[in-house]
């Protein structure tokens, strides 16, 4: 048993290490445990062929001051994502290449996804920042997933293929598995799905020098508070004096608590007295994205000579969307890229060398003969991670978002929650992360 301080921090990703940075600023005592050996959740450092990589988060785009702040106070710069030359679309088995932002697919299905994405946005626009469950149209649009829609308002093929490679490039997810209703909130919360999906002016612009993993990592380096790594909370107990948590390190008491883990690994937590029927509802149905992430290396960037941008996507591989990942010497080259979905939960279980095999062939497809001799490979398998369960964000079903959406920033008794999903503005990202952890130390300051 540890003396008491005023507030514990479940979680030492983005969000927790901001709720305690805020928390320590404002003279509140802090201890932030952590279920990893490390620091930073779903940012993780890692290397290929000698160069810095993140395994997790990455990229930054505008808009996203929160997190661009963050690294300019901690001295860490950001550098573009490189854009230039075609891009490769992989697409009803045909290879084509285009440049700027509208693919090669049918004239009729490039009119009716123009016409789509402007409904999109426009709907999503309509939901209120904070309750989208109080919309008008949100029963029926909850009621529904985004496939089902899809069947109902898409006729083109091209378009329906469009919306769904969008859905599993921006939530690792099917689209029969997610409300449409939670698909407009994630658009609005967003910035609409130009600025999701886009690299120049989009959330794939920028990226981090050494590695979006170093913000969490400096900010946990920058605290005063302890940080016990290690320690996963088993148990939270709340009294109407106060709060413990049961971790595998020891039991730490305080005043508060704030849980900064996904609503999947929450659920997971014994809490005594009870939650609420409807916050563990929530939970239970809040599960996570599946992702592989995937680095491959080469001698140069040989896609660049090609004139190539080394972006790429398909809706036959099920690795289905690639970025040029390569330093900016050309040192070596590298292309980043993402098994996700349905391909992820199934590719999971191939293992490493058959995920390999399939990643190296799709390249070939994309880029050509060269793509067939890489020099090193890492791929990092979020769904295996039993510290997060899988990966991007946590996502709804229909029905979830209007039954049980209301307490997803609730605060019950002592206990506050953050984590990028419980964000109003760009929940699922970085910067969703941070905010949330600036509003749960803000929940418990203005309480004492």
């Not at 680095?295 to 591989?317: I, N």
């Amino acid at each position: 048993m540890v003396a008491k301080v005023d507030v514990i921090v479940v979680g030492a990703g983005l969000a927790g290490l901001k709720a305690a940075q805020e928390l320590e600023a404002r003279g509140r005592s802090v201890i932030v445990i952590e279920a990893r050996d490390r620091v930073g959740g779903r940012t993780m450092p890692g290397m290929i062929a000698g160069e810095v990589i993140d395994r997790g988060g990455q990229w930054v785009g505008p808009g996203q001051q929160l997190l661009l702040g963050e690294a300019a106070r901690l001295g860490i710069e950001t550098y573009a994502q490189y854009d230039k030359g075609n891009q490769v679309l992989h697409y009803d088995g045909t290879r084509r290449t285009y440049s700027g932002d509208t693919p090669k697919l049918p004239l009729l299905s490039l009119l009716e996804l123009d016409r789509v994405v402007k409904r999109w946005n426009r709907e999503a626009a309509t939901l209120p920042m904070d309750a989208p469950w109080t919309a008008l149209k949100a029963l029926d649009w909850d009621a529904q997933t985004l496939e089902s829609w899809i069947l109902r308002n898409i006729r083109t093929k091209g378009a329906r293929t469009f919306a769904r490679l969008v859905t599993r490039a921006v939530f690792c997810a099917e689209p029969q598995q997610i409300s449409y209703l939670f698909f407009l909130e994630y658009l609005r919360s967003g910035h609409g799905v130009e600025h999701l999906i886009g690299v120049k002016g989009g959330a794939q612009e920028a990226k981090f020098r050494g590695g979006a993993h170093s913000i969490s990592r400096r900010l946990a380096d920058s605290l005063k508070s302890p940080i016990v790594l290690e320690a996963p909370a088993r148990a939270i107990a709340q009294t109407d004096e106060g709060v413990s948590v049961r971790t595998d390190k020891g039991t730490f008491e305080a005043s508060h608590a704030i849980i900064a883990v996904p609503p999947a690994l929450a659920s997971r937590i014994h809490f005594d007295a009870p939650l609420p029927a409807k916050h563990d509802g929530l939970f239970q149905r809040m599960p996570m994205g599946s992702v592989i992430k995937v680095h491959v290396a080469y001698a140069e960037p040989f896609w660049r000579k090609a004139g190539l941008s080394g972006q790429a996507a398909s809706d036959g591989h099920a690795f289905n969307v690639v970025f040029d990942q390569s330093p900016d010497d050309e040192r070596v080259g590298i292309l980043v890229g993402f098994i996700d979905g349905a391909h992820a939960i199934e590719m999971s279980a191939m293992g490493d060398n058959a995920r390999r095999q399939h990643v190296i062939a799709a390249l070939v497809d994309y880029f050509g003969p060269k793509a067939a001799e890489p020099i090193d490979y890492v791929d990092q398998d979020w769904t295996a991670e039993e510290w997060s369960r899988g990966c991007y964000v946590g996502h709804m079903a229909p029905g979830v978002m209007t039954l049980f959406g209301d307490q997803i920033r609730e605060p019950v008794g002592r206990l506050h929650w953050a984590g990028t999903e419980t964000a109003t503005e760009w929940a699922g990202y970085m910067d969703g992360a941070l905010q949330s952890g600036i509003r749960a130390a803000g929940e418990i300051l203005i309480r004492r």
